[in-house]
T-cell receptor, first 116, second 114 residues
């Protein structure tokens, strides 16, 4: 199973709402990522969790709050978002160590978020 | 800091023609390099990866790429384009140290003409 599953696929939320994006993988990967992708742009790294600890935060605004409850799950909690936060949010996972050839990240299908 | 540059935001080829998508990298340490493909409204799928085992890398769907250290390049090729190859292609780089940062190039949209 080389699948990363993201839910929901689509989400529309108001600027005062609180919502969460979920990501799950069962490949035994110990690194998990959140990326944000605007239309016609490359994915931009937001957060990296390594062995369930936050290892990289790319200066993301606090209205985005990541959480890694266990090695298979990654959440992104959203609160007080702005319309410019509308984008495709991609989750990915990879092996926890970079030795050998197992270096690639596997991506989910993404959550299309619209903030109104 | 590592980065990748993709030359050409759009590449248009005829069906059956050679596909060449360009990627140049910049890294202070030996990098891992990747090519991903993204179809509309979907996630990213790995096409192939360079991890220093071999400079010519074969991937899925008939794609291959050659790592050239002297040119700091990792161009993606396919001998004969198919209509189903039309998509966005991203080159990406990661350092061969403990960093988990996977950084993407700006992307190249491949158009395939019948």
């Amino acid at each position: 199973d080389t699948e990363v599953t993201q839910t929901p696929k689509h989400l529309v939320m108001g600027m005062t709402n609180k919502k969460s994006l979920k990501c799950e993988q069962h490949m035994g990967h110990r690194a998990m990522y959140w990326y944000k992708q605007k239309a016609k742009k490359p994915p931009e790294l937001m957060f990296v969790y390594s062995y369930e600890k936050l290892s990289i935060n790319e200066s993301v605004p606090s209205r985005f709050s990541p959480e890694c409850p266990n090695s298979s799950l990654l959440n992104l909690h959203l609160h007080a978002l702005q319309p410019e936060d509308s984008a495709l949010y991609l989750c990915a996972s990879s092996q926890g160590t970079l030795g050998g050839g197992n270096t690639e990240a596997f991506f989910g299908q993404g959550t299309r978020l619209t903030v109104v | 800091a590592q980065s990748v540059t993709q030359l050409g935001s759009h590449v248009s080829v005829s069906e059956g023609a050679l596909v060449l998508l360009r990627c140049n990298y910049s890294s202070s340490v030996p990098p891992y390099l990747f090519w991903y493909v993204q179809y509309p409204n979907q996630g990213l799928q790995l096409l192939l990866k360079y991890t220093s085992a071999a400079t010519l890398v074969k991937g899925i769907n008939g794609f291959e790429a050659e790592f050239k250290k002297s040119e700091t390049s990792f161009h993606l090729t396919k001998p004969s384009a198919h209509m189903s190859d039309a998509a966005e292609y991203f080159c990406a780089v990661r350092r061969m140290d403990s960093s988990y940062k996977l950084i993407f190039g700006s992307g190249t949209r491949l158009l395939v003409r019948p």
